[in-house]
């Protein structure tokens, strides 16, 4: 195959999909890792794709960057509150919580009525909070990301696989059908995943902005979780059976 005929090809996979692995290049086209990425790089320095941790999006996906906290706290508040007051009714005394860092989660101690609910986070405001207000609450080890107030690492995810919670709440800075739920940092993508598969339940708690959004890393498939959205949710996805609209 010629080279321009193959990064055809690739351009036209991936606006098809949304986007593509390396993996998924290499058995559509069977050509070598070096090759496609090689050709993802010369592709998105034309503008013609964007390139990401393994493997690339359409330009027509949003990318999302990184912001701290005090960035993240003002975006879609209404909505974000709308999401966590649902969130915090599922909670009961008998349930052992893992509460994943981030504002919208945050939120749903404002709404908590359970007296003896046990949680697990890996957000240090978060316990702080629970522990202030009497719940016994784990915090992991690991290092700890200023940025978001979030531990990470290795660590964490080891003191993690050591529990079984009955319902996890998870925030997502992306979401699409085909990259599934994405984060921009490798370390907490790797805690959230850990995190989730320990949980019975999953939550995710994703308001319609970051819908068609993706970030660098996945750190589940999109039909893991129980999506809990709000009415803006775009209208290509309310066909599916793991989304819930809060009204």
């Known amino acids: 195959m010629l080279t321009e005929e193959r990064k055809q090809r690739i351009i036209q996979y991936i606006d098809a999909n949304g986007g593509a692995s390396v993996p998924d290049l290499m058995t559509l086209l069977g050509a070598s890792e070096s090759t496609i990425r090689r050709d993802l790089t010369d592709l998105d320095r034309k503008g013609l794709i964007t390139k990401v941790h393994g ?4 330009t027509s996906k949003k990318i999302t960057a990184d912001l701290d906290i005090s960035e993240r706290e003002t975006m879609n508040h209404g909505k974000k509150l709308l999401l966590a007051k ?7 005394d008998e349930d052992m919580v893992y509460l994943d860092a981030g504002t919208t989660t ?5 709404f908590l009525t359970s007296q003896k609910t046990i949680f697990v986070t890996n957000a240090i405001s978060h316990a702080r909070e629970l522990s202030a207000r009497g719940y016994q609450v784990y915090l992991p080890g690991g290092l700890l990301k200023s940025r978001t107030e979030a531990l990470t690492g290795v660590d964490t995810c080891e003191y993690l696989s050591r529990f079984h919670f009955t319902k996890g709440f998870f925030g997502s800075n992306g979401i699409t059908v085909n990259q599934g739920l ?3 940092d490798v370390s907490e993508a790797k805690v959230k995943a850990a995190a989730m598969q320990q949980s019975m339940e999953k939550y995710l708690l994703c308001d319609s902005s970051k819908f068609d959004t993706v970030s660098s890393v ?5 039909d893991t979780p129980m999506i809990l959205t709000d009415t803006d949710l775009p209208a290509s996805y309310k066909k599916y059976k793991n989304i819930k609209i809060i009204h």
């Open 106 to 110: 945050g939120l749903i101690l404002e």
């Open 86 to 92: 649902y969130a915090a009714s599922l909670i009961t």
């Open 218 to 222: 996945t750190f589940a498939d999109f």
């Open 55 to 58: 493997g690339a999006l359409s």
């Open 182 to 184: 994405t984060t921009p």
